[in-house]
């Protein structure tokens, strides 16, 4: 039986899904503005193994991830470039595709776009104004009247009051309290608008996930997820629209505690830090995920990744990465040297298994599951079992790692620098021959070049091997 930690609730939950044959999760996605930092890569990871895992558990799921591509740093980058907001967009959206792919990330079942979502973004405005939560200032902006939903500050855990005495809101002499946030933005010159019953002018950034999650899954459903920074404000507005417009749908009860949230459910991944800091663009200190692509393969980044509980903090260094792709590799080798059986993966099929569906079932517990993956693999060395092979490429196939060829993982150094395979080849070809006629001093020699650049030569009765590392 599935737990996971809900945000919402501060504790870990089984999971009852609202309708057991229509599973819905929607996942906050990219601002397409720029490349996709390694942050960024983590939510794509972590929130595909959580996909695949309950595909796995049997449930019938629908993924949804949204695109932002309307937005003001979209608006300030298209203008210093010098090209529409639709080619910007449109090339940085093809961008995180290729790197999503890049990292086995399987493709969310819809992709919804803001842009393409204004009228039901206005829908949603109109009804919150209805309601009483929202009011349309002298600006021509429309803002959230926070101090009408009494339940806002549940998810992040913070009162109204402290929000005010921390001064963690902008000064606008519109707003009627300063906490008040915008729904839709008056036009200004230059930039792009749409017609609304206010006048021309665009949506905030927090209506937007609102209402696609509205349209695609209704009132209600079952998880949502991001990373943490969300949490606040991003999510703790979400709640207080949807509900704003919906009132009593929101209602949820866990564990006899009453909750109002549109989402029974509320996950968040932790942050990729670099140097004890989180990594954001607007600290400088983060790294895209094409240039980390460049050092490593992407199987050893999708597998530094989730040998973390998606939870907790991921410190980034390429020490951190070295100590990744070697680990790997000892599970590609477990697997070269002892060719993996067909192997029908149920639950108690041994005990290795039963300890992966524990691991997992434990609200995701990658690291646990990864280590059950060592041990079969060190199981393997012993006793060169074939189902045991096929075992750990199967259970290593539920988190999307394992599944090339190992001679090619292997063989696969991931940088630009150091010797490529058409050279080390050759270099071995050169050993080849230096050993038929006995040339060992030559022989020697080219052994030592290719163990200065970390190359490992394997001599057996089928000829010679090397793997990188």
């Not at 503005?33 to 558990?57: K, P, S, T």
């Not at 993924?63 to 910007?88: F, H, M, P, S, W």
């Not at 349209?215 to 999510?235: M, N, R, Y």
Request: net charge negative; proline share 3%.
């Amino acid at each position: 039986m599935l737990h996971l930690y809900n945000t919402l609730t501060r504790q870990k939950e089984k999971f009852e899904p609202l309708d057991p044959k229509n599973v819905r999760m929607y996942v906050c996605g990219m601002t397409v503005y720029d490349y996709c930092h390694l942050g960024h890569a983590r939510v794509l990871v972590v929130f595909d193994m959580i996909a695949r895992w309950l595909r796995q558990q049997g449930y019938p799921l629908t993924y949804v991830r949204n695109i932002t591509d309307i937005d003001d740093k979209i608006i300030a980058r298209a203008n210093e470039n010098g090209e529409t907001i639709q080619q910007l967009t449109a090339r940085f959206i093809q961008a995180m595709n290729e790197d999503s792919d890049a990292l086995g990330v399987l493709h969310p079942d819809v992709e919804p776009k803001a842009t393409e979502h204004i009228a039901q973004m206005i829908e949603m405005i109109e009804q919150l104004i209805a309601n009483g939560k929202a009011y349309a200032a002298e600006n021509g902006d429309v803002y959230y009247a926070v101090r009408e939903f009494a339940a806002y500050g549940q998810l992040s855990g913070k009162s109204l009051d402290d929000l005010r005495a921390g001064e963690r809101v902008e000064v606008d002499g519109y707003k009627r309290d300063p906490l008040d946030f915008v729904l839709w933005k008056a036009a200004k010159a230059g930039e792009p608008a749409w017609a609304s019953p206010w006048g021309n002018g665009r949506p905030g950034w927090h209506i937007e996930c609102s209402a696609m999650g509205d349209t695609l899954f209704g009132q209600t459903f079952d998880i949502h997820g991001g990373g943490a920074d969300l949490q606040f404000p991003h999510h703790e507005n979400e709640i207080a629209q949807s509900c704003g417009t919906h009132g009593s749908g929101c209602n949820h009860v866990h564990e006899s505690k009453p909750i109002q949230s549109h989402v029974k459910y509320w996950l968040h991944n932790g942050f990729i830090r670099v140097d004890n800091e989180k990594m954001s663009k607007s600290l400088g200190n983060f790294f895209t995920i094409r240039d980390v692509l460049k050092k490593y393969p992407a199987e050893v980044v999708r597998f530094f990744i989730l040998r973390a509980h998606y939870r907790s903090p991921l410190n980034y260094s390429d020490a951190h990465l070295d100590d990744a792709k070697n680990s790997l590799a000892r599970l590609y080798n477990a697997l070269q040297n002892t060719p993996p059986a067909e192997f029908a993966l149920s639950e108690n099929a041994n005990d290795y298994t039963r300890r992966f569906f524990a691991a997992m079932n434990d609200d995701f517990g990658t690291a646990e599951a990864m280590a059950v993956l060592f041990e079969i693999a060190n199981e393997i060395n012993k006793n060169q079992s074939a189902e045991l092979s096929g075992c750990l490429k199967t259970l290593g196939g539920v988190l999307g790692l394992l599944q090339q060829n190992p001679q090619t993982f292997l063989q696969t150094g991931g940088s630009e620098e150091g010797l490529s395979a058409d050279e080390i080849n050759d270099l071995i070809a050169q050993r080849k021959i230096a050993r038929e006629t006995k040339n060992w001093a030559e022989s020697d020699r080219i052994r030592d070049i290719l163990a200065e650049h970390k190359i490992t030569v394997r001599d057996g009765a089928d000829g010679t091997t090397w793997t990188r590392g």
